[in-house]
C-alpha cells in the first residue's frame, strides 16, 4: 500500500475583483503517494499557478483542505512554515522566469537542491529524507557538458 504523501480536498482560492469574486481554483481534489509526481496541465489563465502557490503556502487557501506526510498545512506559521518551503517546490511554465541565462542547467538544478541540502538538516523531521535528497542528487545524470 503507497503512503499518502500530498492530499487536497476541495481546495478554493478565490480573489476579490471590483466584479466580484474571481473563483481561481475551485473544488481541486488529488492524492499524490510518496514516490510519485503530478503534473498539472491546462489552458492559460485555468488556475495552474495560482493552485501551485496554494499547495506551497505562496497564497493563503480561501477553502479545503491540504495535507502533507499527514499534517494540515493550512494552520503552518513560522518556522513550520519555512521547514515545509524547503520541501514543497514547483517549476514554473515560463522559462524565462525561471532560468538564468548565465546559469546553466545543471547550475540551475544544483543551486536548488543544494538550498535543500543544508548543515541545519536537523530541522527536517525525517533525516532518511535528507539522505534520500543527497543520494538523488548524486544519481540524477546532471553532468555539465563543456
Known sequence: MSEQ????????KYFQTPGGPLHAVDGVTFTLDKGHTIGVVGESGCGKSTLGRVVSRLLDATGGEIHFKGKNILDLKGRPLKTLRREIQMIF????SSLNPRKTIYNTIADNLLT????????????????????NFKRAPLVPLD
Open 116 to 135: 535543500i541540502i543544508t548543515p541545519d538538516a536537523i530541522l527536517f523531521d525525517d533525516m532518511q529524507i535528507q539522505s534520500d535528497r543527497i543520494d
Open 5 to 12: 504523501y500530498l492530499e487536497l480536498k476541495n481546495v478554493r
Open 93 to 96: 511554465q515560463d522559462p524565462f
